[in-house]
């Protein structure tokens, strides 16, 4: 049987369909341009809106702080995401969050206590230089519960003046009547955790409730646990064992900018406490000018 050769193709003619495809890709090209320029630079046409994406790599329970977000321009529309860092900083990742997502509200909590602990690394948000100490707390001693994760207090110790012996000198045949003494000894004290209820938690997404003091667990929280030097935490197990504490919440807008990031000058590392007694108390605080 015979076969019937293919036709070939006429000289030429390859070249034709080239040429027209180049066309079409240069016009794509400009229509691409033309769309882009008219919708502001978002995909696909429309506005534009700044939001807070993430800077660096966003570690599980970690506490977000200004260098690890940045604003980046997206189409408008998108749901539970920020226009602002001052929203995000302070707030806890409650996943890995990697380089140049987008942060959503789902995302963060307003607690450590509220992000799972099954994948958390085994470790505090410390800066270098730094320790965590657990200090007791109560309704009347902590602000009736509302002292929470991020936030920073004042401590006051109270107690007998004549501890203090040059505020109570000893003089023969006269009872010592030095009566008691308060003072503010640290300020701007953040708080790194509380336990083991944790009192007005909230999504970073939900509102907040006012006036509430249950914990998710249930009480009030028992215990804080401080950022501080191991040279402060010496001076606070001192008060602790020797006077009464009592703690003030600051408020919000007192806060430090930004937690620590480096080593206190005055206590550089845990080398550089030396122990304390009755009298660097004095020699720190002097008690007795209060007399």
């Known amino acids: 049987m015979a076969t019937v050769a293919p036709s070939r193709p006429r000289p030429g003619g390859g070249r034709l369909f080239i040429i027209v ?3 079409l890709a240069l016009l794509a090209a ?21 939001i807070v994406v993430a800077k660096q790599a966003i570690a599980l329970r970690h506490q977000i702080t200004a260098d690890d977000l940045d604003v980046a321009k997206v189409s408008s529309g998108l749901v539970n995401v920020y226009t602002k ?10 996943i890995q969050i990697t380089k ?21 690394p085994a470790y505090l948000p410390l800066a270098s230089g730094y320790v965590a ?17 991020g936030d920073y207090i004042t401590i006051i110790a109270s107690g007998g003046l ?11 045949g006269v009872t010592q009547v030095g009566g008691n003494v308060s003072k503010t000894v640290f300020t701007n004290v953040r708080i790194i955790g509380t336990g083991p209820a944790t009192a007005n938690v909230q999504p970073a997404g939900g509102a907040a409730t006012v006036g509430g003091t249950q914990g998710v667990n249930g009480g ?19 008060f602790l064992n020797n006077m009464q504490l009592k703690y003030s919440l600051e408020s919000f807008s007192d806060y430090l900018k930004a937690p620590p990031s480096a080593p206190d000058p005055t206590c550089q590392d845990v080398l550089a406490a030396h122990g304390v007694a009755l009298k660097q108390v004095e020699a720190r605080y002097h008690f007795s000018a209060l007399a």
């Open 100 to 120: 140049g997502s987008l942060i959503t509200s789902d995302m963060l909590a307003r607690d450590i206590g509220l992000v799972s602990a099954g994948a958390a």
């Open 220 to 238: 009030i929280t028992s215990s804080l646990t401080l950022e501080v030097t191991q040279c402060d935490a010496e001076y606070l197990t001192w």
């Open 21 to 23: 495809g180049l066309l």
């Open 85 to 94: 860092k001052s929203d995000v900083i302070g707030l806890i990742a409650e």
């Open 162 to 172: 004549c501890q203090f012996p040059k505020a109570c000198p000893v003089k023969p």
């Open 133 to 149: 100490l657990t200090i007791p707390t109560g309704e009347q001693v902590g602000v009736a519960g509302h002292i929470t994760l």
């Open 30 to 50: 400009g229509g691409v341009y033309l769309v882009g320029s008219l919708g502001g630079g978002a995909v696909g046409g429309g506005s534009t809106t700044e």
